[in-house]
């Protein structure tokens, strides 16, 4: 669109310098222009297309890797208990079926089974068979069925070929099992190689499916288990039809996926005829194949969006250019005037349908949105309409429900008055309808449809309980439910907490931005859940924090092992918008009743061994020890330090200079709080904040530091600034206002002068609260400014609803930029909008020239950082304001 925009531009400029040129000119360079958008739109919509197919590949080949990965291990371990009782048997030494079939056929046997089947979950457990395919033997019953397997295929593979040691093979149930299950049977031979009999065992094709489900492919895919040979022995989503058939029927390229190590590519499908991208890969240990599949079609269901939107977008943008076009011949040739045009223009790129009367009642303008909105005729919908025929339109269109004339009854009686209601549409839409009264009687209506932003509204009581981000528990519900372990505590139910910190968190948000942040939380919160089991709760506390409360366990080792498989889980590589990141976790653990018997004792001790994990190295976990306890005692001796460092005169204000961007001078300064420790020496704001935020000891230290930033300014030039940050704690203090206004007529400094800097957290808490303090603020002359603007809960809507003079951009969108894909649009969009509302605008953290002339480019106002001067003292400071005004 904004490419369309400038080529009009220019074909404007050519008609003023071709005036007397045909017209032809210029209807053949609006060709050109617009099947120049569509060749673009169609060579953008055919690479995402591409995009969109090696996405869904490279999805598929993740999931048949790990899959194939996971099923290696779990059949090895298969592999090695059929091995051992072949080992065992063997080790008898016996030389004929017939003394096979006596010594295994004992109860001593069906003992050394028993105790080697153990802890298996296998549908028949393990099962041997003479040589002619009778049960002799089995872990499971004693004595054993009648059953006999002499007609099974793999039993006479087994027979006949001395050389075949293992057959794979699905079978339906009945004999031995209540269902379909896969059969991994092995020979048994005697020392001279002959056939004695087999052992076997059995999993149900549900077992592996259910694991398979896991996987998340999303619709119309499929992952399929199959053995080299093409039958199908278990699949998702499950056809009990399918099962056991042999599907190496299709041609040479559809086999190779029974025949290759591993194979990605695009095939139609034997099964159903469809267009699929298939990844497949063999295991390693047994002739089994993991084959997944997604549909072409579901594959680009995404870019087939995309494609519409392109397509809406080049249709709309040669719309513009024929809309363009057709205007400038029509002024060339009949001159319509301008302002026709600007409103059409205007009207019809509103996102609000918009209707004009007069004081006849008649329409005088109608525009686009407001005819889409309710899917009316524009034939009906034309100047000189009357109202009610609009409105009885709309009631013919099904667009409007109740009495026509009794609505336009009321509309008309308070015509005079500005009117605003809410109405739900026929097909559930919420509009909001404003009235407005015209000059000369008539009026205006605009409708815009809030159905989402109601909507959002109703979903907050989920969110009351649910983290919006992920959908995991919040800490509200965490918080019930581990008072509910704790109640089960006197019935011998032990638990633990396992309190998990994703490590180095900030820096995705940072360096890859708050879209790949959240990515990022979600795929946590998915593999999480994964590692736990149906009785635990998995909880995410806020930001990178999430907790695990598991039941029923008390025992370290068991969950040192669940926390091995959660750190083992979080390090594999997250895909994230086409970001591949590597993360790790802090976990921190605290077992009820061993490490206390209340909530909160139990998250605080596990708080504190995860803050142990953090600080031996990341990545590991810790479970609660007492030790930890005295590192907490330590951060209450700075608290009590810092509770007396206020009187004994140890903190010092430094003060940053704010640099005019345009003039290259000092124009402010931000003062700065320093804690010079009389033993740890200058102790930084990072460590002691907080912890002044959280004791209410910011609110003493603040007022102390307003008071000195004042009276400091008070001797500088008339025309530099102070600003002061103000804390949450002491912005939700009532008193504020009269604080600042004390500081200041004790100082003799002009409220202009004074610049108080907020975060947007204390907005969030209470916007009536928060915007009659700012209009106290307001009223005493001082300036407001919005400080770290983007990095927490930026929303437009502060900037319209509280009267800031500055906006503050955050240096993490500062440190990037002049490099490509910087952040230069999203400062350049800041600014935008900060002059719009009559802001301006301050960069933190400008170290290098190159940052300041982006920046200078961009109209930012003002910058602060190490490339002009660090944090100083007042005396210091002076002197670079003196040097400063001696140059002027």
Sequence with gaps: MGASIRWTARLRALLRRWRGAPLTWLIAGGFVLMLATAIGTALTVDRFRQ?????????????????????????????????????????????????????MGSLAMHQMLRAKAS??????????????????????????????????????????????????????GGRIGNGPAIVFARRVSGPHGQFLGMVSRAIAPEQIESFFASAGLGEDSSIALYHQSGQLLARIPHVDAM???????????????????????????????????????????????????????????????????FVNVAALSIGLLVLTLFLIFRQVTRRVSLEKQRLDTAMNTMTQGLLMFDQDERLIVCNRRYIEMYNLSAAVLKPGAYFRDVIRHRHDTGSFEGDVDAYCDGILSNVGLTQSTIVETADGRLIEIKNQPGASGGWLATHDDVTERIRADERIAHMAHYDALTDLPNRVLM??????????????????????????????????????????LRQVASRLRACVSGNDLVARLGGDEFAV?????????????????????????????????????????????????????LLKRADLAMYAAKSEGRGTFRIFVPEYDAKARLRRQLELDLRQALARGEFEVHYQPLVDLAANVVTGCEALLRWRHPERGMVSPADFIPV???????????????????????????????????SPVQ?????????????????????????????????????????????????????????????????????????????????????????????SPIVQAVVHMAAARHMATTAEGVETEAQAEVLRQLGCSQMQGWLFSPAVPATKLKQLLSKQTEAA
């Design 51 to 103: 995009n969109a197919i090696e996405s869904g590949r490279d999805s598929l080949e993740s999931a048949v890797r790990l899959l194939a990965r996971h099923y290696d291990r779990e059949f090895a371990d298969f592999a090695v208990f059929q091995k051992s009782v072949i080992a065992e048997l063997e080790s008898h030494g016996i030389e004929s079926p017939e003394l096979f079939r006596g010594q």
């Design 119 to 172: 802890g298996w979950t296998d549908v028949a457990g393990a099962n041997v068979f003479d040589s002619e395919g009778v049960l002799i033997n089995s872990s499971r019953r004693w004595p054993v069925a009648d059953v006999s397997v002499a007609d099974r295929n793999y039993f006479k593979r087994l027979k006949d070929d001395p050389i075949a040691q293992e057959e794979v093979e699905v079978v339906p």
């Design 243 to 309: 099962i056991g058939q042999n599907y190496r029927i299709g041609s040479a390229e559809q086999n190779a996926v029974f025949d290759r190590t591993s194979v990605s590519t695009k095939l139609t499908s034997p099964i159903d005829g469809k267009d699929r991208i298939v990844a497949s890969r063999l295991l390693a240990g047994e002739p089994l194949v993991v084959v997944a599949t997604r549909s072409l079609d579901a594959t680009l269901a995404t870019w087939r969006a995309q494609t519409k939107f």
């Design 479 to 520: 918080r019930g439910h581990l008072e509910r372990r704790v109640a089960e505590l006197a019935q011998g139910k032990p638990f633990a907490i396992l309190y998990i910190d994703v490590d180095e968190f900030k820096g995705v948000n940072d360096q890859l931005g708050h879209e790949v942040g959240d990515e990022l």
């Design 549 to 601: 409360i598991k039941a029923g366990s008390s025992d370290q080792a068991e969950l040192a092992t669940l926390a091995d498989t959660i750190l083992k889980a979080l390090r594999t590589p997250v895909s994230c918008k086409g970001q591949d990141i590597r993360t790790d976790a802090s976990i921190g653990i605290a077992i009820a009743p061993e490490h206390g018997d209340n909530p909160d004792e």
């Design 692 to 726: 002044a935020e959280d004791t209410g000891l910011i609110g003493e230290i603040g007022e102390w530091v307003l008071r000195q930033a004042c009276t400091e300014a008070a001797s500088w030039p008339g025309k530099i600034h102070i600003a002061v940050n103000v």
């Design 731 to 823: 912005f939700r203090s009532r008193s504020l206002a009269l604080k600042v206004a004390a500081a200041l007529a004790e100082s003799g400094l002009a409220p202009g002068r004074l610049e108080l800097e907020i975060t947007e957290t204390v907005l969030i808490r209470d916007d009536a609260e928060a915007l009659t303090i700012l209009q106290q603020l307001r009223e005493l002359g001082v300036r407001i400014a919005l400080d770290d603007f983007g990095t927490g809960y930026s929303s437009l809507s502060y900037l319209h609803r509280f009267p800031f003079d500055k906006i503050k951009i955050d240096r993490s969108f500062i440190n990037d930029i002049g490099r490509s894909e910087d952040s």
